[in-house]
C-alpha cells in the first residue's frame, strides 16, 4: 500500500492577495506557466519555524533552576523534553518544526525543477538559473533535515544509517518515499549543489534567493559541517570573496550602538547587508523574551559563559537584557544580574549569512596552517564587533579563538546546536562538553551522543510506520 508524507503548501500561498504572480496552487488545480509565476514561487518560501526544538538542546541555553521554573509554561511539554534531551519529545499529536518546515517547500521546489524549462517569456538561460536555485534550495531542505533527524556525518556508519527522505517528486499522495542512508542523503545534497552553482545568477536580488556567492557558501557549509574542511575551502574562499563584489558585508556594530546599549540594526530586513539566504525561526530563544517587553518566560545565560567569552565592551552584549536591571549586558554587565537573550530585531538564521561566511572561511584557513589569513579574516569580524584594539589581541590559540568567536557571535540563536554536533568527536574541543548540562532545580540532564540528532516524531510515523525499522 502506497504511505504518505504531509508536504505543507499553504506557508506559500498566505498572505498573497496583493501578488497575483505568488497565487499558485497544488498539481491538479492551476499550473505555473510564466517565468514571472516561477519566480514568484521562490519569493514566497521564507521559513519560519513555528513548533521548533533544537535550539533548547543548544548548550547557550543552561540556566539555573529559578530560569527553568520561569520558562517551563510558557516553553510547552515538547521543548522541554528537547531541554532534557529526551529520546521522545512530541506527543503522537504534536507538530515538528524540523520536519514539517523544511519538507514544506519540497513540492513547489520540485514543481519548479519540473516544468520551469518548458516556462514561457525567458531565455534557456534564465530558466536554467531559476532551475539551479530551486535546485540549490531543495538540497538545502535536505541538509536541514539531515541535521535535525540523522547523527553527525561519520563515515564509518553513512553507508548503513538510514535517517530521512529524498523527495524528487511534486506529488502528495501515491507516492513512497522511503528513507535513506546518511551516505545516500549527502551524496544527493552534494550532486545537486555541484551541478547548479555555475548556473546561479551572479548578481543577489533579493534575502530569499539564491545567487552565485550564496550557493558557494552553501556548498561550503555542507563540506564543513561533514568535517571535509580542505574541500570546503576552494568554496568558502570563493563565496567569501564574491559576497564581497556583491556588497554583502558585515554591520558595524561599533557605528551602530546606542546610547541606551541598544544597536540601531536595519529595519528592513532587504537592505541587511549580512543576509545572503535568509531562512528564519521565529525569534531569537523565544521564551528568553526581551524583558521590557513581557514578564515571562525569563531564561537567562549562564555566568560562565558569559563572562568567560565576552568582554565588557563587546557590541553583540546588546543583544543580552539584564533580568534584574532590565539594561542590556552591553549597557550594564555584571555578575549577578542574569542576562537573557531578547528578541528585538533578531531571527534566528538557518540560512547562510556573512559572519557565518566569515568564520567558516577563517577556520577553513586556519586547519590547512594558512594560520596569518585566518587571523585577518577573523579580525575584520572582531573590528565589526569590539574595539579594534581588542580586535586585533587574540588571546588564545587560533582555531580555538574562531570557535569561541563563533559563540559569542551566535549565542542565543540555536545555530551552535549544529556546532555541538560537529564538534562532538573533535579532540581539539572536548573542553566544551562542560558546557553541554540542563538543569529543573532538581535533576541535571548531560546530552549524550545518542541525543545529538531527533527521533523522527510519531505523527510522521503514523504516516510511514515502516520508518520504525
Not at 46 to 52: P, S, T, V
Not at 290 to 309: D, H, R, S
Request: contains cysteine; proline residues 4%.
Amino acid at each position: 500500500m502506497k504511505k504518505y508524507i504531509i508536504i505543507l503548501f499553504a506557508t506559500l500561498i498566505a498572505g498573497t492577495s496583493c501578488t497575483d504572480w505568488l497565487d499558485v496552487k497544488p498539481r491538479g488545480y492551476d499550473i505555473p506557466t510564466t517565468i514571472g509565476q516561477y519566480e514568484g514561487m521562490l519569493y514566497g518560501m521564507e521559513l519560519y519555524f513555528m513548533d521548533e526544538v533544537f535550539e533548547y538542546m543548544s548548550f547557550e541555553f543552561t540556566s539555573d533552576a529559578d530560569g527553568y521554573k520561569n520558562a517551563w509554561s510558557a516553553m510547552g511539554r515538547a521543548k522541554c523534553n528537547a531541554y532534557k534531551w529526551q529520546k521522545d519529545v512530541f506527543l503522537p499529536d504534536e507538530n515538528c518544526g524540523e520536519w514539517n518546515v523544511p519538507t514544506s517547500f519540497l513540492y513547489p521546489l520540485n514543481v519548479i525543477i519540473a516544468d520551469v524549462m518548458n516556462a514561457e517569456g525567458a531565455t534557456e538561460e534564465k530558466k536554467a538559473a531559476i532551475r539551479a536555485e530551486a535546485r540549490m534550495m531543495r538540497a538545502w531542505h535536505h541538509f536541514l533535515m539531515a541535521q535535525f533527524f540523522a547523527p553527525p556525518y561519520n563515515s564509518a556508519i553513512a553507508s548503513s544509517s538510514k535517517c530521512i527522505p529524498i523527495i524528487t517528486t511534486a506529488s502528495t499522495v501515491g507516492a513512497e518515499f522511503p528513507l535513506k542512508t546518511m551516505e545516500e542523503v549527502y551524496d544527493f545534497i552534494l550532486t545537486e549543489m555541484e551541478e547548479s552553482v555555475e548556473l546561479l545568477p551572479e548578481e543577489a536580488e533579493h534575502h530569499l534567493r539564491v545567487f552565485k556567492a550564496t550557493g558557494y557558501a552553501m556548498l561550503g557549509k555542507v563540506l564543513w559541517t561533514m568535517g571535509h574542511y580542505q574541500e570546503a575551502l576552494p568554496y568558502l574562499e570563493t563565496a567569501f570573496t564574491s559576497a564581497k563584489a556583491q556588497g554583502a558585508t558585515l554591520l558595524d556594530y561599533n557605528a551602530r550602538i546606542k546610547e541606551d546599549g541598544t544597536i540601531d540594526l536595519p529595519s528592513d530586513r532587504t537592505e541587511h547587508p549580512e543576509y545572503l539566504y535568509l531562512m528564519a525561526t521565529m525569534s531569537r530563544l523565544m521564551p528568553a523574551v526581551y524583558i521590557t517587553y513581557y514578564n515571562q518566560a525569563i531564561f537567562p545565560i549562564k555566568e560562565e559563559v558569559l563572562f568567560n567569552y565576552y568582554k565588557k565592551n563587546d557590541t553583540r552584549l546588546a543583544f543580552l537584557s539584564g533580568v534584574k536591571s532590565e539594561k542590556t549586558a552591553y549597557a550594564s554587565f555584571k555578575p549577578g544580574d542574569q542576562y537573557a537573550a531578547n528578541i528585538y530585531g533578531m531571527v534566528s538564521n538557518v540560512g547562510i549569512g556573512v559572519p557565518d561566511l566569515y568564520l567558516m572561511y577563517a577556520e577553513c584557513l586556519a586547519r590547512q596552517k594558512r594560520e596569518s589569513e585566518a587571523s585577518e579574516v577573523l579580525v575584520q569580524l572582531r573590528r565589526n564587533r569590539m574595539a579594534a584594539a581588542d580586535a586585533d589581541n587574540i588571546e588564545a590559540d587560533l582555531l580555538t579563538a574562531i570557535i569561541s568567536e563563533r559563540i559569542r557571535e551566535f549565542i542565543g540563536f540555536g545555530n551552535l546546536w549544529f556546532d555541538m554536533r560537529r564538534l562532538w568527536n573533535d579532540s581539539d574541543f572536548q573542553y566544551l562538553k562542560d558546557y553541554y548540562t540542563h538543569t529543573d532545580g532538581e535533576t541535571t540532564y548531560t546530552l549524550t551522543e545518542d541525543r545529538l540528532y531527533l527521533e523522527i516524531p510519531p505523527i510522521i510515523l503514523s504516516w510511514h510506520p515502516e520508518y520504525n525499522n
